[in-house]
């Protein structure tokens, strides 16, 4: 599988809001659970965000209430909506199946810089 394309990242002020994107190939994104992973220097790659074949969304607490995650089949690409946005949520964000087993590669990420 080709890795995926993630884009939309930027530097904003606390409180701004970001629309990040991923591109996938075929239909990797359509069959499977979808996330967004977010690593931090000094961390390991935590997930965010993750939306089943269903349409249920999850959330990490830390993000709950602010961050919207969804996908358009048809483009094979996922979204992430992040609203109300703060410093701890500092990082390069990565799209991936959930939960990743390696069948899919990283790709490069995008950088999210929240200055406070």
């Known amino acids: 599988q080709v890795q995926p394309v993630e884009s939309g990242g930027g530097l904003v002020q606390t409180g701004e809001s970001l629309r990040l994107s991923c591109e996938g190939s075929?239909?990797?994104?359509?069959?499977?659970?979808v996330a967004w992973y977010r690593q931090t220097p000094g961390k390991q790659r935590e997930w965010v965000a993750a939306l089943t074949t269903g349409g249920a969304s999850i959330y990490a607490d830390s993000v709950k209430g602010r961050f919207t995650i969804s996908r358009n089949n048809a483009k094979n690409t996922m979204y992430l909506q992040m609203n109300s946005l703060r410093p701890e949520d500092t990082g390069v964000y990565y799209c991936?199946?959930?939960?990743?087993?390696?069948?899919?590669?990283w790709g490069q990420g995008t950088q999210v810089t929240v200055s406070s």
């Open positions: 991936n199946i959930f939960p990743w087993t390696g069948y899919l590669a």
């Open positions: 075929g239909s990797i994104f359509s069959i499977n659970t």
